[in-house]
Antibody, heavy 119, light 108 residues
Framework: EVQLLESGGGLVQPGGSLRLSCAAS????????LTWVRQAPGKGLEWVSA????????YYADSVKGRFTMSRDKSKNTVYLHMNSLRADDTAVYYC????????????WGQGTLVTVSS | SYVLTQPPSVSVAPGQTARITCGGD??????VHWYQQKPGQAPVMVLY???DRPSGIPERFSGSNSGNTATLTISRVEAGDEADYYC???????????FGAGTKVTVL
């Protein structure tokens, strides 16, 4: 069974930093791109970032480019989202999601972790 | 960047048919995926590749995609279908995943 378990959310002040983790299990970790998708309170889904299975390629939404960095550790089957220069509009539930190979649809999601940016 | 347009809300009586549209430039040339999200829960994929259903999704959920509009159709709507629905595509030019703004389906 595919499982994605996010952690690391919490309250952070504007301008601060936070690192989210997504521990993956139930599939061949290095074979899959993994992504972060966020949802601000009462709003829709917004794709944030993606990292290839090898970790060589990363992609970011314009809204986070230059502030967020995604990485992966194959020894821990975990992907990370390093978030810097956080703003109030980064407040959201952050989901880890796995795109199905060659279909680019999200067939597995974590339960999400809440990030609140507030003073 | 590629934009997907959905109606904010759709209302439907139980047993009737709900149709949720997703508009985008030449979306018929793309593969469209649909997700259902209930309050406090993570999204669940209900259709992929325009009209294919993942295991466990009822046949009442169907889809089509042509021209500039993709459509999710829910037949014989039940109270449990009340949720937010999102369409999604992958933009191969920017390597970005794109979601529509979502449609709230209300069962009357």
């Amino acid at each position: 069974e595919v499982q994605l378990l996010e952690s690391g959310g919490g309250l952070v002040q504007p301008g601060g930093s936070l690192r989210l983790s997504c521990a993956a299990s139930g599939f061949t970790f290095s074979a899959y791109t993994l992504t972060w998708v966020r949802q601000a309170p009462g709003k829709g889904l917004e794709w944030v970032s993606a990292i290839s299975g090898s970790g060589d390629d990363t992609y970011y939404a314009d809204s986070v480019k230059g502030r967020f960095t995604m990485s992966r550790d194959k020894s821990k089957n975990t992907v990370y989202l390093h978030m810097n220069s956080l703003r109030a509009d980064d407040t959201a539930v952050y989901y880890c999601a796995r795109p199905e190979i060659a279909k680019e649809c999200f067939d597995s999601w974590g339960q999400g972790t809440l990030v609140t940016v507030s003073s | 960047s590629y934009v997907l347009t959905q109606p904010p809300s759709v209302s439907v009586a139980p047993g009737q048919t709900a149709r949720i549209t997703c508009g985008g430039d030449f979306i018929g040339s793309k593969s469209v995926h649909w997700y259902q999200q209930k309050p406090g829960q993570a999204p669940v994929m209900v259709l992929y590749a325009d009209s294919d259903r993942p295991s466990g999704i009822p046949e009442r959920f169907s889809g089509s995609n042509s021209g500039n509009t993709a459509t999710l159709t829910i037949s014989r709507v039940e109270a449990g279908d009340e949720a937010d629905y999102y369409c999604q595509v992958w933009d191969a030019i920017t390597y970005h995943y794109v979601f529509g703004a979502g449609t709230k389906v209300t069962v009357l």
